[in-house]
Each structure stands twice: as structure tokens, then as C-alpha cells.
């Protein structure tokens, strides 16, 4: 399995809402489902992503 949305919200430090305006915003990756109820997203997503932050610093 991946790391679920509480681990990320821990990891980025940012609140559940300003996560889902950076998604919508496409600054952040898009989940994974497994169903409806559960997402999560891969080490290589936020690997990805973060790589991208450091590219633009």
C-alpha cells in the first residue's frame, strides 16, 4: 500500500484543505484509490514531486 493522506498532510505540513486546493491547482499529485473511501498516494508520486521543488529553487 502507499502513504495515506494523514502521513502526507505530516510529511508536507500543510492542512487537509490547502492539500486538496494543490491538487485541484495541479501543484501536487493527484491520488490513488483503492476505493472510494481510501487514497493514498506512492513513494514515487512524492519523490517526483519533490524533485520538482527543488528545481525550482
Do not use: C, H, Y
Not at 494523514?6 to 487537509?16: D, G, H, N, T
Not at 501536487?28 to 514531486?49: A, G, S
Request: hydrophobic share 40%; proline share 4%.
Amino acid at each position: 500500500m502507499g502513504i495515506k493522506q494523514k502521513q502526507v498532510l505530516a510529511m508536507i505540513k500543510v492542512s487537509r484543505t490547502t492539500l486538496w486546493r494543490m491538487i485541484k491547482s495541479g501543484e501536487f499529485p493527484e491520488p490513488n484509490r483503492e476505493n472510494k473511501r481510501v487514497i493514498f498516494w506512492t513513494e514515487e508520486q512524492l519523490d517526483t514531486w519533490e524533485a520538482g521543488l527543488k528545481l525550482v529553487i
